[in-house]
């Protein structure tokens, strides 16, 4: 297993922190890689998470 740390769609650079209530909702490929990553909020958004491995990079 791996972590990696992306960052939602509408953050600043440096940003990985979402700060609102919600759930998170993981769709996956039928070989079980990630698809899309989501955050539904109590507002009612859904905030998606950049899947680039590149862009999630801490440098």
């Not at 939602?8 to 209530?21: F, K, T, V």
């Not at 859904?46 to 680039?52: C, D, K, R, V």
Request: aromatic content about 4%.
């Amino acid at each position: 297993m791996r972590i990696v740390p992306h960052r939602p769609e509408n953050a600043a650079r440096g940003e990985r922190l979402l700060n609102a209530s919600g759930i998170g909702l993981l769709k996956l490929n039928s070989d079980g890689s990630p698809k899309a990553v989501l955050q539904l909020t109590a507002k009612g958004e859904a905030i998606a998470f950049e899947m680039s491995e590149q862009d999630a990079r801490w440098e």
